[in-house]
């Protein structure tokens, strides 16, 4: 239960950042609201992974982590994505991106040990 309270801490962290830069800019066109659908998809992914024992809460965690660090590191790129150009620099940019590297590793920890304590259902064979 510890990795799955700090895999949803991290994704909750993630979208607090989220959250913070929906409000410093929603008026942007496509990442304004790209800022909000990772804040609340967080909070939903943080909360699955308290409250639901399934293997697939650590998925979205993975998920979660690999999308928004990916698109943020597109955002770096001299393209940008959706004309919004970022850089590798800011105590919000580290701070995502270290919540997002957390909620990868632990999310694949959990996937792991949850893989090797599931029993194996055996499959039924159907002989002619």
Do not use: C, Q
Not at 23 to 52: E, H, Q, R
Not at 68 to 80: C, D, E, I, K
């Amino acid at each position: 239960m510890t990795v799955r309270l700090i895999a949803a801490a991290a994704v909750l962290v993630s979208a607090g950042v989220h959250f913070k830069l929906w409000l410093d800019f929603k008026s942007l066109d496509v990442v304004g609201p790209a800022f909000m659908v990772n804040a609340i998809a967080g909070v939903v992914i943080a909360v699955l992974l308290v409250a639901w024992k399934s293997w697939l809460a650590p998925l979205l965690a993975v998920g979660f982590g690999i999308a928004t660090l990916a698109a943020f590191t597109v955002s770096t790129t001299p393209n940008g994505l959706f004309d919004d150009h970022e850089k590798w620099s800011g105590g919000y940019v580290w701070t995502a991106a270290i919540a997002e590297a957390v909620a990868i590793i632990a999310g694949l920890y959990l996937l792991v040990r949850e893989r090797r304590t599931t029993p194996v259902r055996e499959h039924a064979t159907v002989s002619s």
